[in-house]
């Protein structure tokens, strides 16, 4: 157990036991500390599962925070709004002060034509859409999603940013970030932001299949950013359940994915669960985003978290590692699909 509890424990409210289990990292230089857990908000949603179950994602949410979960992301983009929407009526029954909270602006719809507008007349339109739906007066972090998709990083740094700016300034914001598939881009525009921005969030770039984020950790360290590393499951391809059909990656990216499931599956281990806890070993990320829509997975993860791996586990990740994945993976661009995890 650790010694000192976080700036979000609230008596009463959480399972201390839990929350003095979870550790907690600086995420850069905002002052805040996360869990290094933290509760993703695309699978809060029917973005990826058209049979969501809405009560049990609010039971999770629930869950998620008293277990010392306090970092929730969530994007109007997921859902079309639904997943701020079942957040808003989640978090009614959390002290503020519980968690802190981070949306995006940018991403908006399904349709590839409509999908992304970084003007700055939209992003004002989307902050205040964003608070009505979650029923807060400021989240802690606004986020540019997918700079990788923006016309240029000048519309970014020129036209959308400033308008996070605003809402800062205004005390409806706290801290700004970006997001991107991308780590080139990624680094490009948090170096031409000059400490305009304070969070980064890279997905399915530091997993079993792909450690391309570690190209740029010591850049993003020295900026004094912190880093979220999202979707260690690498879009449900690293799980024994695998990919749903709208997956981006290649037939030879998921056949890996198959082969390391069904080992998984004859050893009775959850490759999930050896995801998780792989991508955990990061140990200059602040927090490690996942999708958690039932309380099953997250259980699944937590125990990823507080109790690490079983030396069976161990054994099959190891090998896994020695066997199956070999070489590092990934599926270029994401703006053709619905599916980008973050």
Known sequence: MTSTLPATFVKGFHNEEL?????????????LKVSTLALGGATL????????DREEGIKTVHEAIKSGINYIDTAPFYGQGDSERLLGLALKDVPREAYYIATKVARYELDPEHMFNFTAAKTRESVEKSLGLLGLDYVDVL??????????????????????????????????????????ILKECAERAKGRVQVVLSYARYTLLDNTLLRHMNAFKELR?????????????????GPQAWHPGSEELQAVGRQAAE????????????AMYYSMQLEDAATFLIGIPNRKLLQVNLDAV????????????????????KKSYSWGSTLSTVGDFK
């Open 45 to 52: 949603s029917v973005l990826f599962d058209k049979k969501f």
């Open 19 to 31: 929350v003095r289990r979870m550790e907690y990292r600086a995420l850069g230089g905002t002052g």
């Open 263 to 274: 080992i998984c599956k004859q050893r009775g281990v959850e490759l999930g669960k050896l």
């Open 143 to 184: 986020q540019v999603h997918d700079v990788d998709a923006a016309p240029s990083l000048d519309m970014v740094l020129n036209e959308t940013i400033p308008v996070l700016e605003e809402y800062v300034k205004a005390g409806k914001a706290r801290f700004i970030g970006i997001t991107a598939y991308d780590v080139d």
């Open 306 to 325: 507080l109790n690490g791996l079983t030396s069976a586990e161990q054994e099959v990740l190891q090998y896994l590692r020695e066997n199956v994945f």
């Open 225 to 241: 950013i912190g880093v979220i590393c999202a979707a260690a499951h690498a879009l449900g391809l690293l799980s024994n359940a």
